[in-house]
């Protein structure tokens, strides 16, 4: 069966400081890859895709990227840490019939 | 653009008893996919059950069940026999069927905070 993980499940980091969440599938190859942001009291918000190893779509502009080193992995990043990037990031893999699956989520705190 | 309303900020359920979570949408589109998500205090979001717009009949997944008015655009969660494990967060989402290969734009709802009372 498929699982994915991601971590760490927590983390607090000083404004300016660089950020590494990483996500892994198990199970699946080829599997399209989400990072999700979902901010306190609302929905959550699509920041990047990828349907394959180095292909990277952002949908929103921001301060963070995200890479794609191997088939199973994704790696959401940021260079200099906003307040604003605050949140609890998710990411997720697509099956084939459609749906999305989550990862147990990191909390991210920016002080 | 696609939007999705969830009325309920919070609702609390006695348990054993039956619930039902609103959520409307907007959209110019006549297929996509809704959604019910749910995230316990975890957070790990888990798929609740899915609904084809093209079909008509109203998906159902154990004690949970959805009421699809398309024309309403209305998509309605119902929780049987409610348990203290539903307690969570309830997201409701739409997805547009016309979405590109790899772009999965999920458009969430704020989420309804269900209690569960024992």
């Known amino acids: 069966s498929q699982t994915i993980h991601q971590w760490p499940a927590t983390l607090v980091q000083p404004v300016g400081s660089p950020l590494s969440l990483e996500c892994t599938v198990e199970?699946?190859?080829?599997?399209?890859l989400y990072w999700y942001r979902q901010a306190a009291g609302r929905g959550l918000q699509l920041l990047f895709y990828?349907?394959?190893?180095?292909?990277i779509s952002s949908e929103v502009p921001q301060n963070l990227s995200a890479s794609r080193p191997q088939d199973r992995q994704f790696i959401l990043s940021s260079k200099k840490l906003l307040l604003s990037d605050s949140g609890f990031y998710l990411c997720?893999?697509?099956?084939?019939?459609?749906?999305?699956?989550f990862g147990e989520g990191s909390r991210l705190t920016v002080l | 653009a696609q939007t999705v309303t969830q009325s309920q900020p919070e609702m609390s359920v006695q348990e054993a008893e039956t619930v039902t979570l609103s959520c409307t949408y907007d959209?110019?589109?006549?297929?996509?996919?809704l959604f019910w998500y749910k995230q316990p205090p975890s957070r790990q979001m888990i798929l609740v059950i899915r609904?084809?717009?093209?079909?008509?009949q109203n998906a159902t997944e154990n004690r949970f069940s959805v009421n699809f008015q398309k024309a309403a655009k209305s998509f309605s969660l119902k929780i049987s026999d409610s348990q203290l494990g539903d307690a969570a967060m309830y997201f409701c989402?739409?997805?547009?069927?016309?979405?590109?290969?790899?772009?999965?734009?999920?458009?969430f709802g704020k989420g309804t905070k269900l209690s569960v009372i024992p």
């Open positions: 997720a893999w697509r099956r084939s019939s459609g749906e999305l699956f």
């Open positions: 199970g699946t190859s080829n599997p399209n």
């Open positions: 990828s349907v394959g190893i180095g292909q």
């Open positions: 959209t110019s589109e006549s297929d996509y996919y």
């Open positions: 609904q084809e717009a093209y079909k008509q």
């Open positions: 989402a739409y997805r547009s069927a016309y979405s590109g290969a790899g772009s999965y734009q999920l458009t």
